[in-house]
């Protein structure tokens, strides 16, 4: 059991490209998340998705788009990257309720040059 | 908007002693749920404890209890008997419903031996 993993762990892209960051949990987590952590800040969140084929967006979506074909996995796409995008990436992932616990992954630290 | 305000930047607390962390949220809902959540040098995130609005009972997981104050806005984290390894920056965080989770900018905690 992995719980929730992300790749990759780095990452620097140049201004203007595009990368995809990768979550899957293998906990059968109806509810999948994702957060940015910019530097001495808290985590806000991007996405997220209650189940396959169904996402909605979250504090901050701008610059960002993602998919949930499969229970397991929700990508995160980042399309013409920016400065303002570098931060840390965190995927999560909840049984459902409101009180479940958040279960997170590891993080993605992504620096835009 | 739901906001969530961490005061305390930064806290410092003797080994085996007890420090509280404190927190306020905005919010005019009345059911919702907070959480409290630990972040090592690891970046993991870890969940300490939570608290579900419409109980008026304090919550506690060993070590770790809340003072949650509902007409206040305030839900301070008690950590008695600290120890070294409860080092980390922790971050206050308000949910309502199945989706919109807030997080405080967090406080990072110093245990001295």
């Known amino acids: 059991n992995a719980g929730v993993t992300q790749t990759p762990k780095f990452r620097i892209l140049k201004i203007g490209q595009s990368m995809t960051l990768q979550c899957a949990q293998d906990?059968?987590?109806?509810?999948m998340y994702w957060y940015r952590q910019d530097p001495g800040m808290g985590l806000k969140l991007i996405y997220y998705?209650?189940?396959?084929?169904?996402?909605d967006k979250g504090e901050v979506p701008n610059g960002y788009n993602v998919s949930r074909s499969t229970t397991e996995d929700f990508p995160l796409r980042l399309e013409l990257a920016a400065p303002s995008q570098t931060s840390v990436y965190f995927c999560?992932?909840?049984?459902?309720?409101?009180?479940?616990?958040?279960?997170f992954g590891p993080g993605t630290r992504l620096t835009v040059l | 908007a739901q906001t969530v305000t961490q005061s305390q930047p930064e806290m410092s607390v003797q080994e085996a002693e007890t420090v509280t962390l404190s927190c306020t949220y905005d919010?005019?809902?009345?059911?919702?749920?907070l959480f409290w959540y630990k972040q090592p040098p690891s970046r993991q995130m870890i969940l300490v404890i939570r608290?579900?609005?419409?109980?008026?009972q304090n919550a506690t997981e060993n070590r770790f209890s809340v003072n949650f104050q509902k007409a206040a806005k305030s839900f301070s984290l008690k950590i008695s008997d600290s120890q070294l390894g409860d080092a980390a920056m922790y971050f206050c965080?308000?949910?309502?419903?199945?989706?919109?989770?807030?997080f405080g900018a967090g406080t990072r905690l110093t245990v001295k031996p």
């Open positions: 965080a308000y949910r309502r419903g199945n989706n919109d989770m807030r």
């Open positions: 998705s209650v189940g396959a084929g169904i996402t």
């Open positions: 999560a992932s909840s049984y459902g309720l409101a009180a479940d616990t958040q279960y």
């Open positions: 906990m059968n987590h109806n509810y």
């Open positions: 608290q579900e609005a419409y109980k008026q």
């Open positions: 919010t005019s809902e009345s059911d919702y749920y």
